[in-house]
């Protein structure tokens, strides 16, 4: 059972038997903000957010059942306290940086702002705080046009092995990189948005610009980096993530790189592993929205997608 499968069965369990004030199921509520997700990490919150505050579970049982760590963090967010007013709570939110918690704040309130239009007053407050929300969102949305740095001694690597998420989180941890973006690249249409690029609308790849220092640790070793954190064989995506936006590409800057990057995969190859990564020249690179960037240090968890095996 996936984990969206198993939020699903937790929600419907704890909101079994339980009306909402019209006499409607409580859960048609939660399931609607799940829906309204992008990512399986907010559909999952979006089933989940009232969970703990209207049932036994805990938060510790939906990490025991295998409800994801960022996923919890972002239900930690949601959480209304009793004694925080709603306009203090909508503040914190807000201010956490929380991408997950951000959207789903979002997705729930438009579903009571729609609900409560027999209830002018109810749903003037619900509009009040969701055109908050949408102005928050709109602030961590802009799309920027990459510039290399001007710094001699910083070099640029591009490189694109499915979600951007786990890609950079993997990039990042890498001695001598001293900066990473996730956006998108190896498209001709300008500024492409995140949806735009997940609905197949502009022929971009997630990517990550990856920056580092080539005395502490060369272009060689970066390339060795990307293919032991992704299984480069796939043509259609990687790991659970798939289509055209997740396919497996290195974008070198120069001859120098498309030499490294080819000896690298004949490399692969000769130890019997599959190779069918596209080896592009450079393309304007887009940095993605901010609330992508360094994702899984925001939401406090760790990439499904890309786990380190050693290959060389």
């Known amino acids: ?68 760590t960022g996923v919890v963090n972002a239900l930690r967010l949601l959480i209304h306290e009793e004694r925080v007013s709603c306009e203090e709570h909508l503040r914190r939110i807000i201010h956490s ?38 102005e928050a969102i709109k602030a961590c949305s802009k799309v920027d046009l990459y510039q290399p740095p001007t710094d001699p001694h910083i070099a640029v690597g591009i490189f694109a092995c499915g979600c951007f998420w786990g890609t950079q989180h993997q990039f990042q941890k890498q001695q001598g990189v001293v900066g990473t973006l996730a956006g998108y690249t190896g498209g001709t249409e300008a500024f492409p948005s995140y949806a735009d690029v997940r609905d197949h609308k502009t022929h971009h790849v997630e990517a990550v610009i990856v920056e580092f220092d080539p005395t502490v640790v060369s272009y060689e070793s970066l390339c060795k980096l990307f293919f032991e954190i992704h299984d480069p ?33 004949q490399l692969l190859r000769h130890k019997g592993y599959e190779v069918n990564t596209l080896l592009l020249p450079e393309e304007p690179f887009y940095i993605g929205e901010a609330y992508h960037q360094r994702y899984y240090e925001k939401t406090g968890g760790e990439p499904y997608c890309h786990v380190r095996t050693k290959k060389f």
């Open 97 to 134: 940086g929380n991408p997950i918690a951000l959207q789903v704040e979002h997705n729930d309130l438009q579903q009571h702002y729609e609900r409560e239009k027999a209830h002018p007053d109810q749903q003037a407050k619900y509009g009040e705080a969701l055109a908050k929300v949408r």
């Open 233 to 265: 064989a796939q043509t259609d995506g990687v790991g659970p993530d798939l289509g055209a936006q997740y396919r497996s590409c290195i974008f070198y800057r120069d001859e120098t790189q498309r030499q490294t990057a080819e000896r690298v995969m």
């Open 1 to 68: 059972m996936n984990t969206i499968d198993i939020a699903l069965r937790i929600a419907t369990t704890a909101h079994a038997g339980q009306l909402n004030r019209d006499g409607y199921p409580a859960i048609l509520h939660p399931l609607s903000v799940g829906l309204m997700g992008h990512t399986d990490e907010e559909k999952m919150t979006g089933f989940l957010h009232e969970v703990v505050e209207r049932s036994h579970y805990t938060f510790d049982d939906l990490l025991h059942e295998g409800i994801p």
